[in-house]
């Protein structure tokens, strides 16, 4: 298999996370990309996002989800998404809240950059998504042992944000969710996928 990515990426980070989770980092060929410059990613993906699998047959898997979903699967299943029931729901629900607050984080990222000369007027909007998205992950029950898309997508999300501003602690008032990340910071598949900038332009 082949994925697509760019290591700044929380999702391109969370389909890594995955595959070290199921135990099929070693069967995935990483492509670093840049998806705002590089025309290879544009035939691969019309969406020109990452991350997008190939898988060795040649089919194509674009977004996150479906792609930790195909995963497991082949993983055998059930294991970062549960089969059925309350505890597949929590999962998948979870996984869409650090989906969207991760988006808010990219959008607000963005948004600072070009602050000094195109305000966004939707800079409140992202940062409220944030902070709210993060006090309800405080009330969740999260495991630091058992890996569900739930965990992997709260680590995503609080990893995404220790990268793009160390200077900006979001741990005040949320001692549940501060303990859950000290527990897991030093997971293998949490360290091993760390995020980086860009180290050099994409092979053309």
């Known amino acids: 298999m082949q994925l697509w990515i760019a290591f700044t990426s929380p999702f391109a980070r969370k389909v ?52 930790c979903d195909h995963l497991d699967e082949r993983a055998g299943g059930g294991r970062l998404v549960p089969r059925a029931g309350r505890e597949r729901r929590r999962a998948l629900r979870l996984q869409g809240l ?14 600072e950059r070009r602050a000094a000369t195109q305000p966004d007027p939707m800079t409140p909007r992202f940062e409220q998504a944030i902070a709210a998205s993060l006090d309800a992950l405080e009330t969740e029950p999260l495991s630091t042992e058992v890996f569900t898309m739930a965990e992997v997508g709260v680590a995503c999300l609080l990893g995404y944000l220790g990268f793009r501003w160390p200077e900006r602690d979001w741990r005040p008032g949320r001692p549940a969710l501060s303990a859950f ?19 050099a332009a994409p092979r053309p």
């Open 16 to 67: 890594r996370i995955a595959a070290h989770e199921l135990g099929l980092a070693g069967e995935i060929a990483l492509v670093e990309t840049d998806p705002w410059t590089d025309p290879r990613l544009r035939a691969v993906n019309p969406l020109a996002k990452v991350p997008t699998l190939v898988l060795d047959d040649g089919e194509i898997l674009y977004e996150s989800s479906a792609i």
């Open 98 to 111: 650090t989906d969207g607050a991760a988006t808010a984080a990219g959008r607000l990222f963005a948004a």
């Open 181 to 199: 990340w000290a527990a897991v910071a030093s997971r293998p598949s949490i360290v091993e996928t760390a995020h980086r900038l860009p180290t």
